[in-house]
């Protein structure tokens, strides 16, 4: 009975269990936020900024550092000496060949009125044990370097060994220094040059000189240049192409070479014969820029000779006058002193363009040409340097008394017929009497003539000019002296050899030796007479 039971009671349930109750879906529940991930390395807390080194602090730069000085010693100890003249701040180190000085060739020759810092030499300290490089000692080298001697030992029984290839340096000045003239040797000649010159002529290999013009650093940079070659090419642009000459005249004082050709901005600087680059001085190294003194004003409300009323007139009309030139930047302005010279001859006052030029340069441009025309610097707004010519100026050109006079005064036929009066430019009158002087043009003393008159007077002139032109001076020699002139070639080129040094104006051309080889001789031949004028005059003759 109980397993009857026990079977009914289990045919009592269902036979397909109710399903379970799905849980509901996650769609609508908010994203979790994603876990932050550290950084790694966590940074590095900041430090607080260290203190500038007071020894690296410009004076001049955001400072209203001002001091007047006078014309003498401005502080010195120990012989080093920081000094005030003429040509600005100077320094004097004891053993020194000259008074050093940042740029050479661009400080003004004008006293300065104050500095703008603490006076002090911008070179290292005189008590370090080592030349200053700017940079810590290295360390001692570990490996073994190799000695070189004889090999045989001496009286004493000691080997005496030394290094290959070991350069001695001299004192900082170089101890005993050689007079130049025994440095440069005997002089070159121009084949010599030439064949000097030319690897260098299309070579980058050079010394760059900036706004600055040649500075103190850049003499320890050409012996540089010097201990492996003959030739330092030096290269000028901007402001000192102005003048070239005294930059050509400061290279030659300061390093003691020669420079034997120049062309525009470029001078090819020589060494000489006998320079041995171990016993050269040897300049200390400034580490910073001095600050630049204060100077006078280059432009002033009543310049001289003028009054504010005056000068106000002249810079009104300056800005209506078309300038006579634009400056590029970094230019070469070789020609411009010639260029303000020449406009002067016909304005008074001159204007050149300085567009997209430095502020510092075309003012150093303005003062170079303030001395060198000379003139009076008006102004310099909108970039445009703007100069009067003065009281004292004096023209260029001499009349010649062969020239007709440039100004041709009206008669009374002049002015019934309607004429003017005719003024020529002292240059034209200046072309015309070297045409005159040279037989190329001449003046006609009769001005009434006819025209077969006067093509008769011009037919004349033209054989007469042909003939000039086309005859060149002779030296007749006999015959017997034809060999012994040969042998007296080698005596001449010795002595061509012997002559001086060329000019650095002078610039070596292919002509060059032909028309020197004309120099000096007396022609005993007339004009006309070579066997060229004949053929010319046969020619002449048949048509």
């Known amino acids: ?31 979790k936020p994603p876990i932050p991930i550290p950084k790694y390395p966590p940074p590095k807390p900041k430090k607080p900024p260290t203190p500038p080194n007071p020894a690296f602090k410009t004076h001049h730069n955001r400072s209203k550092y001002y001091k007047p000085v006078k014309q003498g010693v401005l502080a010195s100890d120990d ?19 000259f008074e050093f000085q940042f740029s050479y060739s661009e400080t003004p020759k004008v006293k300065p009125l104050a500095i703008r810092e603490p006076a002090f030499l911008p070179f290292a300290p005189p008590t370090m044990n080592r030349p200053w490089t700017g940079k810590a000692p290295m360390k001692k080298a570990k490996r073994n ?3 070189f001697g004889s090999g045989e030992e001496e009286s004493d029984g000691v080997r005496r060994m030394e290094m290959r290839g070991g350069y001695e340096v001299k004192e900082l000045f170089g101890g005993e220094l050689r007079p130049r003239n025994e440095v440069l040797g005997r002089p070159l000649s121009k084949a010599e040059a030439r064949e000097l010159i030319k690897p260098y002529l299309s070579s980058n290999r050079q010394v760059n000189l900036g706004r600055d013009g040649l500075t103190h650093n850049m003499l320890e940079l050409i012996h540089t240049h010097w201990r492996r070659e003959p030739i330092c090419k030096v290269r000028s642009l901007g402001v000192p192409t102005v003048d070239m000459n005294n930059v050509c005249r400061c290279l030659e004082e300061k390093t003691g070479g020669k420079i034997i050709f120049r062309v525009g901005g470029i001078a090819y600087l020589f060494r000489g014969r006998n320079y041995d680059p171990r016993n050269r001085p040897r300049y200390p190294v400034m580490l910073w820029k001095p600050a630049t003194p204060v100077y006078p004003k280059l432009i002033q409300e009543a310049p001289e000779g003028l009054t504010k009323a005056e000068a106000d007139v002249f810079r009104e009309k300056g800005k209506k006058l078309l300038p006579i030139c634009k400056l590029a930047k970094n230019g070469v302005y070789a020609t411009l002193v010639r260029d303000v010279r020449s406009a002067f001859e016909e304005c008074a006052i001159v204007k050149i363009n300085c567009t997209g030029m430095h502020a510092s340069d075309y003012k150093k441009i303005g003062a170079k040409l303030k001395e060198l025309v000379p003139c009076v610097l008006l102004s310099f707004d909108d970039e445009q340097i703007l100069m009067w010519r ?34 020529l430019s002292p240059k034209m009158m200046s072309l015309w009497s070297r045409a005159i002087e040279s037989n190329q043009a001449m003046v006609l003393d009769d001005l009434g003539l006819g025209p077969d008159a006067l093509l008769e007077k011009v037919e004349e002139f033209e054989r007469t000019s042909q003939a000039t032109v086309h005859s060149f001076p002779a030296l007749i020699l006999p015959s017997e002296d034809v060999s012994g002139n040969r042998n007296e070639g080698p005596e001449e080129e010795s002595s061509l050899d012997d002559g001086g040094y060329q000019s650095y104006d002078s610039e070596y051309d292919d002509d060059s030796d032909i028309n020197d080889s004309f120099d000096g001789m007396d022609s005993s031949a007339p004009l006309g007479s070579l066997p060229i004028d004949l053929i010319a005059k046969q020619f002449s003759d048949s048509e």
């Open 1 to 31: 009975m109980a397993v009857v039971a026990k079977l009914h009671l289990f045919s009592n349930l269902p036979s397909n269990p109710p399903p379970q109750p799905q849980p509901t879906p996650q769609s609508h529940r908010p994203p």
């Open 79 to 97: 012989g080093r000496t920081i000094l005030i003249g003429d040509s600005g701040v100077s320094y004097q180190l004891p053993g020194a060949p």
């Open 145 to 147: 370097v190799r000695l």
């Open 390 to 423: 003065g009281h004292d100026w004096k023209s260029m050109y001499k009349r010649s008394p062969k020239a007709p006079s440039p100004v041709h005064d009206t008669t009374a036929n002049d002015q019934e017929s309607g004429s003017r009066k005719v003024q």
